[in-house]
């Protein structure tokens, strides 16, 4: 069993760490994003801004992981 680490090749467990890993670091930059609109006191419009703007790179990685399951890539 050479290559692998408690059964599972370096792939998958580079496959779990990308999906389970920035799937968690997302998690924790929405959670910073909206501290940050409670602390700064932005209101609703405010906070839609900060995250509509600062959420946008994550819903692009998020798509991209999409449009690539649907396609079976």
Do not use: C, D, H, P
């Not at 069993?1 to 467990?13: A, C, F, N, R, V």
């Not at 389970?20 to 994003?33: N, Q, T």
């Not at 703007?53 to 992981?65: A, D, I, Q, R, W």
């Amino acid at each position: 069993m050479e290559g692998t680490l408690w059964g599972y090749t370096e792939s998958q467990i580079a496959q779990f760490g990308l999906t389970f890993g920035i799937g968690a670091f997302i998690l924790y930059m929405l959670f910073i994003v909206f501290n940050l609109a409670r602390e700064s006191r932005a209101g609703r419009f405010g906070t839609f801004v900060l995250f509509m703007v600062l959420s946008f790179g994550m819903l692009g990685f998020l798509t991209k992981n999409v449009i690539q399951w649907v396609l079976g890539l």
